[in-house]
């Protein structure tokens, strides 16, 4: 089992920045991938960023130049630096990782942007 603790969501004005992060614990397991995927009210889920165990990203289009994804492996830890936030960011922003065992998700964490 693989158990996620995110933090650093919250309420911040257009423009500004906020930095998610995810550790995951557990019994020994093989990470594939660290990222995040976020859910607004009345919209798709969308997934956000990935970085894959051989350090490769993926961003969503509509977040790539404002939002960076980076990892500490020996740390088990996935970040999410978001800057030049926009109220459309506005969404509760969930921690997902692959691992051997599964796949698995996070608590959330709310982040609003106002405008």
Avoid at 9 to 19: K, T
Avoid at 21 to 45: E, H, V
Avoid at 76 to 91: C, F, R
Wanted: glycine share 12%; charged share 20%; hydrophobic share 30%.
């Amino acid at each position: 089992q693989v158990q996620l603790v995110e933090s650093g969501g919250g309420l911040v004005q257009a423009g500004g920045s906020l930095r998610l992060s995810c550790t995951a614990s557990g019994s020994r397991f093989r990470i594939n991938y660290m990222g995040w995927y976020r859910q607004a009210p009345g919209k798709q889920r969308e997934s956000v960023a990935r970085v894959y165990s051989d350090g490769g990203t993926v961003y969503l289009d509509s977040v790539k130049a404002r939002f960076t994804i980076s990892r500490d492996i020996p740390k088990n830890t996935v970040y999410l630096q978001m800057n030049s936030l926009k109220p459309e960011d506005t969404a509760v922003y969930f921690c997902n990782v692959d691992t051997t065992y599964g796949n698995y998700r996070g608590q959330g964490t709310q982040v609003t942007v106002s405008s």
